[in-house]
């Protein structure tokens, strides 16, 4: 099992970035993923969710309209679209896969465990 995420850079306030995750070792179609990040001297957080059996998104609400997940079953990979970047988003973003099916926001933000997690990518948001 495997989960490498990338994409993350140094953009601008209002500007955009897409993270990947790319998963291997299991099929991404049976598993919920999400994103979670860590800013500099905070725990980590969770971001947004995806459920498996009927795709289900989540987000905290300091992302809502902001941030999209998705993922594509087919290059077996998940995505999190970042636009309207604010310099409070500045973290290290990490990937993670559950085996839950979950069903509510409270599933996404602890209350369900994540069993694997990617290597973090950075982003930073700074004029």
């Known amino acids: 099992v495997q989960l490498q995420a990338f994409g993350g850079g140094l953009v601008q306030p209002g500007g955009s970035l897409r993270l990947s995750c790319a998963a291997s070792?299991?099929?991404?179609?049976?598993?919920?993923v999400g994103w979670f990040r860590q800013a500099p001297g905070k725990e980590r957080e969770a971001v947004s969710c995806l459920s498996y059996r009927d795709r289900r998104t989540f987000y905290r609400d300091s992302v809502k309209g902001r941030f999209t997940i998705s993922r594509d079953i087919d290059k077996s990979t998940f995505y999190l679209q970042m636009d309207n970047l604010k310099p409070e988003d500045t973290a290290v973003y990490y990937c993670?896969?559950?085996?839950?099916?979950?069903?509510?926001?409270?599933?996404?933000?602890?209350?369900?465990?994540?069993?694997?997690w990617g290597q973090g990518t950075l982003v930073t948001v700074s004029s």
């Open positions: 993670a896969r559950s085996g839950y099916y979950l069903t509510s926001s409270g599933d996404c933000f602890g209350g369900r465990p994540f069993e694997s």
């Open positions: 070792g299991f099929r991404l179609g049976v598993y919920s």
